[in-house]
């Protein structure tokens, strides 16, 4: 829970539903979620338009995206006591903010707020490890199950660790 990819994903749903909300009201955010949830460097030019009007707009649903783009100047911060005063303005600004959905994403990163900054600080990721995840993930899936835990085992461990099946000389 503490790297980049789920934080975001933890305030792209504050945002999403912040938006949900806001749409009934706001014709403008129709058809507007997948702009709302992408940087502004990933967006197309119609995209960024779209962003622009909201943008100007003033809506919830900006202010939250501009929450989250604030939060991320965390994983800039230099130290751990800096990256604990950077999230404490963040937060307070959030938790005072009229956005039930952000301030339940704040609460939550709040709870993991000592994880999040040993992330930062030591500049770690659980990519690797979603990487083996999603590799093993594909070999059930292939083999469309299997009869005992052991033959998958082994089919993890022939598929996934790199063995040189040729290590060995023939005599």
Do not use: C
């Not at 707009?57 to 501009?66: D, H, I, V």
């Not at 339940?104 to 990487?131: C, D, W, Y």
């Amino acid at each position: 829970m503490h790297d980049k990819f789920h934080i975001v994903k933890y305030l792209n749903q504050g945002i999403d539903e912040t938006r949900k909300e806001e749409v009934k009201t706001e014709p403008l955010l129709k058809k507007a979620k997948y702009v709302m949830l992408k940087k502004i460097e990933n967006m197309n030019e119609k995209q960024r338009q779209k962003f622009d009007e909201i943008n100007a707009a003033n809506l919830k649903t900006a202010k939250a995206w501009r929450m989250r783009e604030n939060f991320m100047g965390l994983y800039q911060t230099q130290n751990s006591s800096y990256a604990r005063y950077y999230f404490e303005r963040w937060y307070k600004n959030v938790i005072h903010s009229n956005l039930p959905a952000m301030k339940k994403a704040a609460k939550t990163l709040k709870a993991h707020l000592e994880g999040i900054i040993n992330t930062v600080e030591q500049n770690i990721s659980n990519g690797r490890a979603e990487q083996i995840n999603a590799k093993i993930q594909k070999l059930q899936s292939v083999g469309h199950g299997y009869r005992n835990f052991e033959n998958f085992r082994v089919a993890i461990l022939f598929f996934n660790g790199q063995l040189d099946m040729f290590s060995h000389s023939l005599r």
